[in-house]
């Protein structure tokens, strides 16, 4: 007679609660953090760069923090780091971050808390109370004019480039930066004027043209009518004319060698010369020339004043010293000595 089979009896295997709470101290520092960075940057409406900008400042930040949970953070916390972008080295050798450069990362981490207070992540935002750094205003490094004509003259050498050169450096003298003018289209050129999109910082906007700037452009646009170039309006307006590239639009790096080889011609080479210089030229001209700061801010497409004011400040200062040297030599009071000397 065979014997039944055995009754089987199950055992209910549960995990130690020190396992229970490894488990969860390992998804609270690996998803909480990450989870909540990556929800602030889909609900935030801003640009491409800008949303990388804050994707990279608030991971350093996490990184520094080793991880700490967000509600934790103090005050001094943000404190400490604000410090520590203040005297950490640099790539560059030098101690320290830039003022720019500590404000972007503190304007990011003011954002992502506030954000969190607001979605009550957090029931306080340790970031109200941290100050920005105050940077002294660089001086532009503008041109002098004698130098941008010295650079014209170089144009005449370029060969089959003059055209185009000769637009390009139009375009450069009315503040536009190169990699504005790599972007631009046949169609961002119209009434006399260059449409800017997708600028730096969000500062899109329209450049006014000078005459002598439209009859370069529209001289270069008939060259490349005469090449058999697309005119349609999404059509670079910029072309490499370059063996490797011919006809393709031109780079920031093309802008930029184009304006170091001018001053090579010129013979400006111990001069540090590039592209944005003629940008800073432009700031300051415009207010050496009594434009009201806020239409040459417009102008520029600058969206600080702070940022514009290095332009008023080293306006003022050079039409200062101008000012001195016309007293000097009109002066009769022998204050200042005479004027004139013999040889």
């Not at 001053?263 to 050496?288: D, K, N």
Request: glycine content about 4%.
């Amino acid at each position: 007679m065979t014997k039944p089979d055995p009754i089987p009896k199950f055992v209910e295997i549960r995990p130690s609660a020190a396992i229970s709470q490894a488990a969860a101290s390992v998804a609270e520092q690996t998803s909480e953090p990450l989870d909540w960075v990556d929800q602030f940057l889909a609900d935030r409406e801003i640009r491409p760069n800008t949303l990388k900008m804050y994707a990279w400042q608030l991971r350093r930040f996490q990184r520094w923090l080793k991880y700490k949970p967000w509600p934790d953070v103090t005050e001094n916390d943000l404190t400490a780091y604000k410090n520590y972008l203040k005297t950490k080295p640099t790539k560059s050798g030098s101690t320290g971050l830039k003022p720019a450069s500590i404000n972007q990362a503190l304007a990011a981490t003011q954002s992502f808390y506030k954000w969190l207070y607001i979605r009550r992540y957090v029931t306080f935002n340790p970031a109200l109370t941290i100050e920005m750094s105050t940077p002294s205003p660089p001086k532009p490094k503008d041109l002098e004019i004698s130098t941008i004509h010295e650079l014209d003259e170089g144009l005449a050498d370029r060969g089959q480039l003059c055209t185009r050169d000769t637009a390009i450096v139009w375009v450069l003298k009315h503040g536009l930066r190169a990699s504005e003018i790599s972007a631009l289209n046949v169609g961002d050129y119209k009434e006399q004027a260059l449409q800017v999109e997708n600028a730096k910082w969000g500062s899109d906007g329209l450049a006014p043209l000078s005459p002598d700037a439209c009859f370069a452009i529209e001289s270069y646009l008939g060259w490349c009518l005469a090449q058999g170039f697309d005119m349609s309006p999404t059509a670079p307006l910029f072309r490499s004319q370059s063996n490797r590239n011919y006809g393709a639009r031109m780079s920031y790096q093309g802008i930029y060698q184009m304006v170091k080889d001018l001053a090579a011609i010129s013979g400006l080479t111990e001069e540090s010369i590039h592209p944005h210089r003629y940008r800073h030229t432009f700031g300051t001209q415009m207010v050496l020339e009594n434009v009201p700061p806020a239409f040459a801010q417009k102008l520029m497409r600058n969206k600080s004043m702070q940022s514009f004011d290095r332009y008023t400040k080293w306006a003022v200062e050079k039409k200062a010293v101008d000012a001195f040297k016309k007293v000097v030599e009109q002066s009769e009071s022998g204050l200042f000595g005479s004027s004139k000397h013999e040889s």
